[in-house]
């Protein structure tokens, strides 16, 4: 197709989707009659029914009016789906009815063959899935979880041979895993936490899933023994906890996992039958947990080398007897359990050094010599009980127990003559040869069965201990609740001593911050989807090691994004918005709370804010691959600092969409149009499924990241209004290459606010960008000094000379037809006038259709 012909397409596409009315039998029809049907009424909702559908909110067409996508997400449906109106819809490609109230579906759903996304998550649906379900063979990801689902898996699942994300998380599943999900080569994602499954894992499990990323299959009735994993090469993230695996696992897979958690089950054996692959890097581990197993001999001697680990519990197995493990080196470990480990000897002195530890439990070993004197300002539960300790408390220890949530000295050989202490309630027993002895009920929630003896002849020694005593009871009957698993502690707020306080000064290489806190512990952080959590900037700043350079992954336009880890295993990373804003706290908080209700596959989500002082902080969902800057210009995939180059892992695979290495994904047009059609779908979104409509303002490649599937997700959208600066100097200083001519011709004098169009510029850049594979300024465009991206592209398109500018990587790989298509779609998006623009609407069908030809 010509230029001009697409160009004369595009116009008529627009006329003909303005004339169009909602006629009987067409899509039109079918979305009116669903959201009428629904009780979802244009008044309330912001829908104009008499405009054309394609132009409602969550409603994506192709050209020929076709819907192709729906975004559902959180609009109140109540009910059952009606037959007879999304089900109808035949060319629907993208169904998102997530966070509704929705009890069932309706039939003809099952008939939407075209089917690449479906999202009906944390709804109320009921019933069992049909083996209807085998109709989607194109679909690509599937998401029930936190439903009321029940019955089995349906064997047809193994028609879903396309599927690479599959999210059946607490959706009420039964009976065993079927063998045709083995069927599913592609799987990316696996998520069947939290059901009522049972029986052994198919044959041929792991082998059946040589792509997977994320594993989980906590909290079942699954049995097995000898689990074997070697053939998940690429897995990052393993849940088997609680459930009813024995033996061990071996032979255990060499890519970099970060989170393993096989906890809660009955594995048993040597622990060294647990085997790391001797590739197996250790820097990559974060949370590790081997607790309440059968397990014996010795704790790794390798364990030393996870230098990034937070979380690491290898309580109550079957251990031999052993000296303190070396844990120096692990700087930001926050939660570390030895309990029932079988140590004897000292305590190791590099247990000082952890200077973000929050909880440490070494009971029930045989631990001896004195207690050391804890440096550890982060630490709020400690548990030394039923060891062999002798001595004092050091001083340092005892005036720390004031600001301690929790803490256990109980049953050891300690003396205790001090007469300062502030918490009596937390000591019983105390005799006249001085030994301390703390109520074990005050730091193990559990239920009391019988009350010591020492405790009845201390009632009966003086009145102060009969005071103590009902306070202890008082404790017992209100405080503690019986658990099933000991060491099950809610994450809560960071307590300090009381001499630490803000202001705090944090400095980059390119500012210098301040965050206006007087009390680390009154100052609190919200994560919108645990607000039980009751984290606090204290939290925040050890979740960044206290904003260390070595947790800075960027330095954006906003200011700088470090790296950070909340307790429970929460990856995030953490946004300053360090030029300040204009908006009050109320206002701040507002605007961030509606970002974070704003959901889309194809945007990274806030997961929280902080707001300290005058400085406000957006906190997000941790991108496993980093952005598409450092994917075309910089960094391999994945990689976030030049330290790391050395473990990444350089393999291609026929497809490239799953391949660890950089370069076997470039080498596919596929992976490109991918990221293309995930970042206009995400733009789109923002224009036309957001009302009041989203302008990004600032987008470009370091705001495309890629998640752990390798989805585009695009980040910060709706911080400029956040910002401060006013629009006239936001873009007069905006990011090179990527400012559309209208902001640049104008910097002398006034300009008009930005538009939707702004948006369009700048993704058409990010366009030219991937099929080049060059940067929008000041690189190399074939002798061309004068000459940006955009100028040096629109003038090959013009002349018809294309071809000169794709990227050799991809060019002669039989997509290069549709490349050149893809670059006249970018020359309509970099058009001078803003007037001549497509929206991103049509972009995103425009893209449809030159989808690259599907892999063999």
Known sequence: MGFSVLGSFLVLSILFRHSLSQESNTDGSFIHDFLKKMSVKSSSSGYNFSAPFCSWRGVYCDKGDNVIELVFSGLGLVGVVPDTTIGKLSHLEYLDLSNNKI????????????????????????????????????????????????????????????????????????????????????LVFLDLSENKLSGSLPNGFAAAFPKLMFLSLAENGITGSDLDLSGMRYLSHLNISGNMFKGSVVSFFQGAIEVLDLSNNQMEGDVSQVKFDSNFNWSHLVHLDLSQNKLSGEIYGDIKLAQNIKFLNVAQNRFSQQQFPEISMMHGLEYLNLSDANLIGNVSSGLSMLSSLKILDLSRNHISGHIPPFSIKSLQILDVSYNNFTGEIPQLVLKKLPWMEKYNFSFNNLTFCASNITHESAFIGALSSCPIAANPAFFHR?????????????????????????????????????????????PSSHKEEPNISGPFSFQTDSTTWTADVKQVTSVPVVIFEKPLLNFTFADLLSATSHFDRGTLLAEGRFGPVYRGYFPGGIHVAVKVLVHGSTLTDQEAAKELEYLGRIKHPNLVPLTGYCLAGEQQIAIYDYMENGNLQNLLHDLPLGVQATDDWSTDTWEEENNGIQSVGSEGLLTTWTFRHKILLGTARALAFLHHGCSPAIIHRDVKASSVYLDMNLEPRLSDFGLSKIFGNSLEDEFARGSPGYVPPEYLQSQSGSSDPPTPKSDVYAFGVILFELITGKKPVGDDYHANKEATLVTWVRDLV??????????????????????????????LCTAELSSKRPTMQQVVGLLKDIEPHSPQ
Request: proline share 3%; charged share 20%; aromatic share 8%.
């Open 103 to 186: 009890t069932a579906l309706p039939s003809d759903l099952w008939s939407l063959n075209s089917l690449k996304y479906l999202n009906l998550s944390f709804n109320q649906i009921t019933g069992s899935l049909p083996s209807n379900i085998g109709n989607f063979g194109r679909l690509e990801s599937l998401d029930l979880s936190e439903n009321r689902l029940s019955g089995s898996l349906p064997e047809a699942i193994d028609s879903l041979t396309s599927l690479q994300i599959l999210n059946l998380k607490k959706s009420g599943f039964e009976s065993s895993i079927p063998f045709g999900l083995l069927q599913c080569h592609s």
């Open 446 to 490: 559990k239920a009391a069965k019988h009350r010591s003896i020492e405790f009845a002849l201390v009632l009966t020694i003086s009145m102060v201990f009969l005071l103590i005593g009902l306070f202890t009871l008082l404790f017992l009957a209100f405080g503690c609740r019986r658990k099933t698993r000991m060491w099950e502690v809610k």
């Open 798 to 827: 013009r002349k018809n000379e294309a071809s000169r500018a794709i990227d050799p990587k991809i060019r002669g790989t039989g997509e290069d037809a549709k490349i050149k298509e893809a670059m006249k779609i970018g020359y």
